[in-house]
């Protein structure tokens, strides 16, 4: 579903969830400065119980110039109901009758879905999501810097003042945006009401500490979700606390925040635990994350899910640091690798010697300096990960044919200095496994969180049906290759 689709309406109406929040707000923004870009009239309105109190959003509504309106008993029945930052049908929005429903979302998918929709789970904000929909559209948000503050703020605010954000459209948008920074920092800095401020107290006096695995678990009243962030990364800062899960309930969701300072415990990770089934999703990185759970999901409180949940997340991995570890391969099966085409890009090709880059891609930003040896690799499964050269022609020959693959979010790299961004593909080359090498590999029976022997600070995890698997000839060489996938790159001997 594109932005232009929707011209054809006559009356358009934009509606946000019920007591909204700065995303909510900003990308109802979006839509209603995409529409009056192409001459078109729209509504955006908001419905509900509730005006909004919070001095933050009242700020943001008016020196940001917000066009919402509160329209609490509205009747009209439009052509075209676009609503944002929720899903239509929804507890969390005023059900508002319309010939035509469109949904622009960020959430968990919930329901089948009446009408035209686009829902992208894995980005932190729906303003993010506006954002990249009107740039397809062929507009820029920067042409409005109100806008784009806006658009800021809306990530700022539902990723955690920025902390909880990993994908790499997110950061897109943040390096792309030009803003008022004053006005961002007044409504930063008017974000927690003295009630809130008093929530903040209340929850830190009545947390769960669980002494065996170091970790806090903290129930807070009701409130804005930024008050998680702010308990846990305060939280996180005592002694003995490496793991913290600060959490309330609503009648219409759980919302939780997770810091870890563990190297054993990735939050992203344990977030997506929590959350898993249990209609909602998590996201994040290694220290901080955050999620939601569908409260009709729970057959018990969310206090007990949660505390329930991470006895079985400490319980449930064996954990090996490839480094020190000799595995017993007399009881493993011998494979062989099949031989493979993966491509390549020498970094010299796209930027000159000695440029500072940031590259880009799903699974995160790598800053380094263009130098001779160095060369990005572009794995069978679309990763991308930076390869000196004399280790690329250890185990790959070169060749001259290009290399094509399709990516959700296609790997780029900017040159730090000017600012200039390239995509990867148009450099890649086809490259080709030498040889044969040979393996030990087997099944795993327990889900294993694998510290290699270039990773001391990162583990991989590896899942039931998932293979462990060491180089026949080096034995601290272990990694973990996805059970769906072992078969294609090896064969048994
Ligand atoms: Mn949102």
Redesign the pocket.
């Known amino acids: 579903m594109e932005l232009k689709e929707f011209l054809k309406y006559k009356n358009i109406v934009i509606q946000c969830h019920d007591n909204p ?1 700065a ?2 707000l900003a ?1 109802g923004y979006a839509l209603m400065w995409y529409f009056a870009q192409n001459k078109k009239e729209a509504r955006f309105i908001y419905r509900g119980r509730n005006e909004i109190q919070k001095s933050n959003l009242k700020m943001m509504i008016k020196e940001l110039e917000v066009p919402v309106k509160y329209d609490p008993f509205f009747t009209d029945e439009p052509d075209l109901l676009i609503t944002v ?1 929720c899903q239509y049908g929804q507890k969390n929005i005023t059900t508002t009758k319309a010939k035509r429903v469109a949904i622009i ?3 968990q998918k919930v329901t089948t879905l009446p009408g035209m929709a686009r829902i992208r789970s894995d980005i932190g ?3 993010t999501l506006c954002w990249d929909m009107i740039r397809e559209a062929g507009f820029n948000p920067n042409d409005n810097r109100l806008l784009a503050t806006a658009l800021y703020y ?1 990530l700022y605010t ?1 990723t955690n003042r920025l902390s909880e954000v990993s994908h790499p459209l997110d950061r897109d948008m943040m390096d792309t945006l030009v803003i008022n920074k004053g006005t961002i920092t007044e409504m930063v800095n008017s974000n927690i009401s003295l009630d809130e401020l008093q929530i903040t107290g209340k929850a830190i006096l009545n947390y769960e500490y669980h002494a065996s695995n170091k970790y806090l678990v903290i129930e807070a009243e009701a409130c804005d979700p930024c008050i998680l962030g702010v308990i846990s990364d305060f939280a996180l800062e005592t002694e003995n606390v490496d793991v913290c899960v600060a959490f309330y309930q609503s009648p219409y969701e759980v919302k939780f925040s997770v810091r870890s300072c563990s190297k054993e415990v990735h939050a992203d990770e344990l977030a997506a635990f929590l959350a898993e089934d249990l209609g909602g999703g998590g996201g994040g990185h290694n220290l901080k994350a955050g999620g939601s759970i569908q409260p009709d999901y729970l057959k018990k409180p969310a206090r007990e899910t949660i505390e329930e949940r991470l006895v079985q997340y400490y319980d449930r991995y064996l954990v090996i640091y490839a480094k020190n570890t000799k595995l017993n391969t007399s009881k493993m099966q011998a494979y062989e690798k099949i031989a493979q085409s993966l491509g390549c890009v020498k970094l010299t090709d796209v930027f000159p010697l000695g440029t500072p880059i940031n590259i880009r891609t799903l699974e995160g930003d790598v800053d380094t300096v263009v130098d001779k040896e160095a060369y990005l690799m572009i794995g069978v499964e679309g990763e991308v990960y930076p390869i000196k050269e004399n280790k690329l022609l250890s185990s790959y020959q070169l060749t001259n044919f290009v290399f094509t693959r399709e990516f959700e979010y296609e790997p780029r790299i900017k040159n730090r200095v000017t600012g200039e961004v390239k995509f990867v593909m148009p450099y890649a080359k086809t490259v080709r496994t030498l040889g044969t090498s040979i393996v030990f590999a087997q099944p795993l029976k327990q889900p294993v969180k694998l510290f290699t022997a270039w990773t001391e600070d990162k583990y991989y995890s590896g899942d039931v049906g998932d293979y462990l698997t060491v180089r026949a000839d080096d034995e601290h060489d272990i990694y973990i290759v996805k059970g769906a996938l072992f078969n294609k790159f090896y064969k048994r001997r």
Do not use: K
Request: charged share 40%.
């Open positions: 929040d995303d909510a990308s930052d979302d960020h959430h904000s729906c303003s809306g539902d």
